[in-house]
Every structure is written in structure tokens, then in C-alpha cells.
């Protein structure tokens, strides 16, 4: 898929504690997203990165936080895990032009108790 | 602001049946239209785009959708559907650094 890891595949942690999911690409896009996926709202947009330390909020952003140290990796962190955001995360990548589209990962499960 | 609405959260079609999946946009700009398929426990995978010119844009599997610009729509179709078309389909909108997404469609291809 494009070139792109995430990790872990699957996670199923309990309320309060913290949880850092990885996102890591190998085709050096400048773009990096996390986006996470409920049933009934498609895939909403959390951060966003447009280049090494660059980063800005999305629809979702509260309750998460992100860091880009590296052109190949996206971390995306939940401070005190809640239940409401069980979901499947998904890293997405892209090229600067508006009309990129953007490549995928095949998602984190994340399970919060 | 731009939003994204996939007004049929299910569409049931019969194997080998025409099928035809809604999107429409509200934006007060230009925009770059996408379709992306997720089939199950994967990723979502691009289908199809529109940045400009024709107006008909045909992608992968045989789908094909039709910008209309008057209508802020860009509906897509098959003329005839199979089995493995099963999945769920989302409609997205760009503009600037994101990609906005609908709720999607789950398209069920029935024998």
C-alpha cells in the first residue's frame, strides 16, 4: 500500500492511559494524515503534517497530539485514552498538488476500555 | 467551508445490474473530487479523481463518475456490477492540505 506502515495493527488498552500509534512511509511525500473512522461518519480528519515539525489540526483534534521528527514518521499520540475514541485509525500520505491524491495505510484498531 | 454528503448509506443492487452511487459537494471554490473503495478489514483505494477538463472520468474497475458542476455533483456509476464490487465507497473533496471525506456508501452486490 504506497509504501506505508502502521503500527501496531491492533490495540486494546484501558481508559486514562496513553497510546502512541506510528505511522512510517518509505516514498518521501511531504504530507502525512491520520484520520480515524467510526460508523456513520466516514473518515474524519484528526492532524496533519506538511513537513518535519509541521503540523496543524483537523475536525477531530481534541484529545490527540502529533509529532513529525522525521520526513517518514507520523506519531500520533492520545494522551489519556477514553472510550469514545475507540476507532480504526487510518495514516494517510500525499504530494503537495491539490490534485494528489492520497495513499493510505491499512489501519490501526485501537480498543479502549 | 466544504462539506461532502453521500446521501444513501447502502445501496442493494443484483449481480450484473446498473448501479449509480450519489455525492455531492458544497463548496464556493474550485474543487478536486475523489472516490475512494475500502473493501473489508482494508485501506481506502483510490477509484477515480476529477482536477478539470472532461467533464466524465473513468477509474479502475470499470466505475466511472460525471462532474456536474451546476448541480455540485459527481456521481458514480457502473453499467454493470459484480460480486467482488462489495465494499464501501466514499466520495471526498479537496481543498488546500485536506481531504474531506463523506460518511460513505456501502455498496451490496447480491447473486
Redesign the interface.
Known sequence: ?AGITQSPRHKVTETGTPVTLRCHQTENHR?M?W?RQDP??????IH?S?GVKDT?K?EVSDGYSVSRSKTEDFLLTLESATSSQTSVY?C?ISEPP??S???????TRLTVT | AQSVTQLDSQVPVFEEAPVELRCNYSSSVSVYLFWYVQYPNQGLQLLLKYLSGSTLVKGINGFEAEFNKSQTSFHLRKPSVHISDTAEYFCAVRLTNKLIFGTGTLLAVQP
Do not use: C, V
Not at chain 1, 456513520?40 to 480528519?45: E, N, S
Not at chain 1, 491524491?101 to 489501519?107: I, V
Open positions: 500500500d504530507y494524515y484520520y456513520g461518519h466516514g473518515l474524519r480528519l496533519y506538511y496543524d483537523g487510518f494517510a491539490l490534485g491524491p492520497l495513499h493510505f495505510g491499512n489501519g
